[in-house]
Each structure stands twice: as C-alpha cells, then as structure tokens.
C-alpha cells in the first residue's frame, strides 16, 4: 500500500509514509473487509460512511506539512484512522464526527492502539471546536458546499486547513486554505469524491444536491 502511495501518486513526506507503514488499518474497518484493508479504495463502514482511500489519506496529511508540535481539528473522524495518522504526526488532535456510534468507535480504536493525544466527540463540526482554537492545522474529510465560516475563524494566523469543497454532494474539489496576517489564500489540490458534510455550515441532513 505504501509503496504505491510512494510511486505512483507520488507522496513525498516521509513522515506520513513511515506512519502509514506502521499504523494497523485492517483495526479501522468491519472485520469482514479486514482482508481489503490495504488495498487502493475506499471501504464502507458502518451507518452508510467510508473509510477514506488511502492515497486521500495521504495526501491531505501531506498538504498539512505537520512537523509534530501542532494542535489539529479533524471534521468527519469516521472510522479514526486518519485521526491516528494526524496523532502520530502532531502534539494534540481533537477529532469532531456527527454520527454517535462511529465516534465511540473511532475513540476506542485509537486508545486501544495507546494513542493518548486524539480525542474524538460527537457533534456538528461544522460548527469548529471553540474550546480548544485557535488551531494550527484543520482537516475536513467530508465535501462541503463552501468552506464553513467558523473553521477560518479558528484557524491561527500562518496556519493551513484542508477540505474538499463542490457544488455538489457527490463530487469536490481539495482546497487548502491558508490564513495569512489579514486574509486567506485558496490553492485547489484536484478532483475528489468525499461522503457530505452534513451541518449547520454544511449540507442539510435531506436535500439532493
Ligand atoms: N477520514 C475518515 C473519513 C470518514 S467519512 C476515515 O477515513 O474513516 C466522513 C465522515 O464525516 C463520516 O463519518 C460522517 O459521518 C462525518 N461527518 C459528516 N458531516 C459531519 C459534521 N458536520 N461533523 C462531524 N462529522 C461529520
């Protein structure tokens, strides 16, 4: 798995490579796709999410240029495993997922791997996570209409955040968003096809887009 992501989509930051060689992934999927687990897609979990693809995973890690001192806010935990991933890479993650069950999960995954500096609560990320900003870097792995107002107003002066943004629910673009002394800059990183963002900031719970 991770030689692919080195050779062919040409991932570079050896630190996310190392992490991605070492972290268990078959722990973050349902026990009968555990055998598919290092394979190149993404895979369903439960209650109609996803597991990112791998080279997704890698990728965003990378656009957030983490060098280990960092305080992270991660939207859309899901299973947990890129909430490892940016535990391994930064000093503090605090990981927000709407649905209960996969929070809980997501949480016991990561303790039980003795991972101590990710939590992981259950509400409408969209929102951010005031208690604990400003943020260094944020990631957002699900596809909003826009960039939600309140994540650029928790992220620090100098700091990046990273989300897939599109029209519509069902295909974005990955924008890194940097906040510079009075103002941001959008790069576009590409096509990508992420499960929605559901919220206050995001897509409501019903409407097709
Ligand atoms: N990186 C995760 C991806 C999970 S899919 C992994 O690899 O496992 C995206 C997740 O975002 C889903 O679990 C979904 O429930 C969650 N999500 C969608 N809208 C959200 C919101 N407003 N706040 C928090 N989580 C949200």
Not at 100 to 120: C, G, K, M, P, Y
Not at 162 to 172: C, K, L
Request: aromatic share 6%.
């Amino acid at each position: 798995m991770v030689e692919r992501l080195r050779e062919h989509y040409g991932i570079r930051d050896r630190r996310v490579l190392d992490v991605m060689l070492t972290l268990p992934r078959h722990l973050f999927v349902p026990e009968a796709l555990e055998s598919r687990a290092y394979g190149d897609h993404a895979l369903p979990i439960a209650a109609n999410q996803t597991i990112s693809q791998p080279f997704i995973v890698a990728r965003m890690t990378e656009l957030l240029e983490l060098e280990g001192t960092e305080r992270v806010l991660e939207i859309g935990a899901g299973s947990g495993y890129q909430t490892a991933v940016l535990a391994k890479l930064a000093a503090q993650v605090y990981a927000i997922e709407r649905i209960a069950e996969l929070a809980r999960q997501a949480q016991a995954r990561i303790r039980s791997l003795d991972i101590h500096n990710a939590t992981v609560k259950c509400f409408d990320g969209t929102l951010g996570w005031s208690a604990h900003a400003p943020y260094d870097r944020i990631l957002v792995a699900a596809g909003a209409p826009e960039v939600p107002e309140p994540l650029l107003t928790q992220l620090k002066v100098g700091g990046c955040l990273v989300i897939p943004v599109g029209d519509t629910r069902e295909s974005q673009h990955l924008v890194r968003a940097i906040r510079t002394e009075d103002n941001y800059e959008f790069e576009d990183h590409g096509a990508c096809a992420f499960v929605p963002l559901i919220g206050h900031y995001g897509w409501s719970p019903e409407s097709k887009g």
